[in-house]
């Protein structure tokens, strides 16, 4: 995913006809969904199912209410993750061959009986390169999700649907190596970074709508499912702002709003299709175990064109206890992940590190690190 969006915004100054932009979705990060390889279709609950499968809507009974989900991940090889603060420029311009990246996403919202309500931001960003190449790109999205999905149930067999549409604000925009080592200075203290993306010039400002639809049929704790994201492909207008700042003020006043498809500068976010199948156990195994297994494949319409069969395939293991706690691992593209759920009175705690897939063939792929703090009842 990142792929699209780098080559495209470094080739973006000589590739100026607007309306032939492609760009890769959002990117917003769920630590649960990250250790298990990325998945979407099956195992994202509450507030992540907004940006995920809108068929799990349903998936809960009672509705669920997140006052907040804050998710402030890094993107760093793991030997310098508890050195941020003293990076050196050699040690950021080494790093960025490898990814180096910071960034955060909040939500607020409910789900359950069929509902999907919520409202969603995120930003990060992201350098990439090496020592004579570094570059980097700011991205960040504000979406209102409103969705529904209904159940059928036929003796064991259980079907949904459901679907959301979405009004979307995006800012994103490339930056050059001083910034990049600048930004690479500041890892681990985003306020301080903000300041300095926001004087990032002449960024892309892009309001649009975007509809998604989901579908899975279950069987005694055997499921399949299919999701559509950007459905028909998610048309956007462009506008031009002097700053990501501007463009910022512009995204949370939600001004410049537009429905209107024939606006001579737009951006598209092309349709994505992941299917997916799932089993869960009903039953504590050994030690108080409970694994829930998923397995999936990733952008169906694009698998065979340049993408093997490896690198669309992600899944991973749940492990539940008989206690709060919740184990986790998967693989995505090839790439190892892990992490560490706590499920608290009123608050959840979710952990992840996960290896992403590299930007190019130079690249060796990327060590991500998220931590989630969820307020939900």
């Known amino acids: 995913m990142f792929r699209n969006l780098l080559l495209f915004l470094l080739l973006l100054p000589v590739l100026v006809p ?4 492609d760009l890769a979705p959002f990117s917003y990060k ?45 993107s760093l ?10 990076l050196s420029e050699n040690e950021i311009l080494e790093a960025g061959s490898s990814g180096l990246g910071q960034g955060m996403n909040i939500g607020m919202g409910l789900t359950g009986k069929g509902v999907g309500l919520g409202l969603l931001w995120g930003y990060e960003s992201y350098s990439f390169g090496d020592a004579s190449t570094i ?21 064991d067999f259980i079907f949904t649907g459901g679907g959301d549409f979405r009004p979307v604000f995006r800012v ?55 999701t559509i994201r950007d459905a028909g492909d998610t048309i956007m207008a462009v506008s031009r702002p002097r700053d990501v700042g501007e463009a910022m003020d512009d995204m949370f006043s939600l001004s410049g709003f537009s429905l209107e498809e024939g606006a001579s ?7 994505r299709i992941d299917a997916g199948l799932m089993f869960t156990f ?9 694994p829930d297994l998923y397995l999936e494949m990733g952008d169906l319409l694009h698998t065979g064109e340049g993408t093997g069969l490896l690198e669309s395939l992600r899944g991973g293991i749940n492990l539940d206890t008989s206690g709060p706690l919740s184990i986790r691992t998967g693989f995505n593209a090839g790439g190892f992940s892990s992490g560490l759920g706590l499920e608290l009175p009123i608050l959840d705690i979710d952990l992840s590190y996960c290896r992403l897939p590299a930007v190019d063939a130079a690249e ?14």
């Open 172 to 226: 994103f925009g490339p930056y050059g190596s001083e910034t990049a080592l600048e930004t690479g200075k500041l890892l681990g203290r985003p306020g301080k970074m903000m300041e300095v993306l926001a004087g990032v010039e002449n960024p892309y400002y892009a309001t649009g709508v975007g509809f998604d639809l989901g579908a899975t049929a279950g069987w005694n704790g055997l499921g399949l499912g299919v």
């Open 30 to 74: 769920d630590p649960r969904s990250l250790s298990l390889g990325g998945i979407t279709v099956f195992g994202v609950p509450g507030i992540h199912t907004l940006h995920a499968n809108p068929a799990n809507f349903s998936q809960d009974d009672d509705v669920l209410y997140t006052l907040v989900s804050a998710v402030p991940h890094i």
């Open 77 to 86: 090889p793991p030997d310098l993750f508890f050195s941020l603060k003293d």
């Open 135 to 155: 570059q980097g790109v700011v991205d960040s999205e504000l979406s209102l999700v409103l969705g529904y999905a209904m159940e059928f149930r036929l003796g």
């Open 282 to 290: 009903e039953d504590y195994f050994f030690l108080g175990l409970r």
């Open 18 to 21: 607007a309306s032939a932009i």
């Open 364 to 377: 060796e792929g990327r060590h991500g690190f998220a931590l989630e703090g969820r307020v939900e009842f």
């Open 265 to 271: 500068d737009t951006l598209t976010v092309p349709m």
